[in-house]
Structures are given as C-alpha cells and as structure tokens.
C-alpha cells in the first residue's frame, strides 16, 4: 500500500480525506505522493462520468450556445487552443467539446440552464492558472471561460466597495 492508499483509506469521507491529505501535506511532503493522488482523482471521476451518463454535445448544441453567446464566442474543433486543456498542473489534459466565452451574467445564466436541462457537463475556467485541475473538462462537454468578463459593475463611494466580473483585475 502506498502513501495515497494510507491516506485516503483512513476515512470514506470526502471531507475527512481532504483533512487527513492537507495534514500530511504539512507533516509530509505532498509531492511524493502527488503524481498518485491524480491518477486515483482521475479514475474516479472517470468512474463517476460512467454512472452519470452526460449527453455528447452535438451540432444542436453548439448551434444554440452560438444563440446564446454568439459565434465569436464559441470555440470548437481546432479553434479551442491547448491552454483550454489543461491548467498549471502537470500532466493531465482533456479538451472541452465546447469553449464557451460568455459576456455577461446573463449568458452564464442561459449556458448553465441549457447544460443543466440538456445534461451536459460543464467546467467553469477562468485564465487557467489553479494547480489542481479543477480547469480541466474531464468529462469533456462545455468550458464556460469567464475570461472576457473582466468590467467594473459598480462603484459604492460610500461602502467602499466595488463589484467586478470575474477576471477584473
């Protein structure tokens, strides 16, 4: 039994699992059993994909997310660029069917509706710099890039405060 066995059969939990592996991060070093950790992480989801049984994207779907977004704003076949496979973490890849590039909240609100009624499985990406491949569409279907949502929405002169889209920076 390795490392990553040791950890992840102390508990069944989910949360307790993420305790017990972010404690022997701490006491350990997380890189040696890291390489292990994502090959189990992707089994699993590939395991759980297998019960879900997404729908495959077809060309009604691409032809309603370009209703939705417009045709600039939807990436398909060799328009989808590597970086939409992949984020900093080494050694994991899977292209989307899709790469959707909405420009407000309400295209992210018609996107996600469709996906969810249509059950098609969907990743929400923004640059693509995590560590953890969670900007990975392992179940390929829909990325929901938020990378041109990048506006000032307001300004609360007398809180202080200011609501941005996601990729203000």
């Known amino acids: 039994?390795?490392?990553?066995?040791?950890?992840?059969?102390?508990n069944s939990d989910p949360k307790a699992q993420i305790f017990d592996?972010?404690?022997?991060?701490?006491?350990?070093?997380?890189?040696?059993?890291?390489?292990?950790?994502?090959t189990r992480i992707k089994e699993k989801k590939t395991k759980q994909a297998e019960k879900m049984k997404y729908k495959k994207i077809t060309q009604k779907d691409?032809?309603?997310?370009?209703?939705?977004?417009?045709?600039?704003?939807?990436?398909?076949?060799?328009?989808?660029?590597?970086?939409?496979?992949?984020?900093?973490?080494?050694?994991?890849?899977?292209?989307?069917?899709?790469?959707?590039l909405p420009g407000d909240r309400d295209e992210v609100v018609s996107v996600m509706k469709y996906a969810h009624e249509q059950h098609i499985p969907v990743t929400p990406r923004g640059q693509g710099t995590g560590l953890v491949g969670a900007a990975i569409a392992i179940h390929k279907g829909i990325m929901l890039s938020?990378?041109?949502?990048?506006?000032?929405?307001?300004?609360?002169?007398a809180n202080l405060t200011l609501t941005v889209e996601p990729e203000c920076s």
């Open 146 to 157: 938020t990378e041109h949502m990048n506006r000032i929405l307001e300004l609360d002169d």
């Open 62 to 100: 691409i032809d309603k997310l370009v209703a939705i977004c417009g045709s600039d704003n939807v990436l398909i076949g060799d328009k989808i660029h590597e970086d939409y496979s992949r984020d900093e973490l080494a050694g994991i890849r899977q292209y989307p069917d899709v790469v959707v």
């Open 21 to 38: 592996i972010a404690h022997y991060a701490i006491i350990g070093d997380i890189y040696e059993i890291l390489p292990d950790l994502i």
């Open 1 to 10: 039994m390795n490392n990553t066995e040791n950890i992840i059969s102390i």
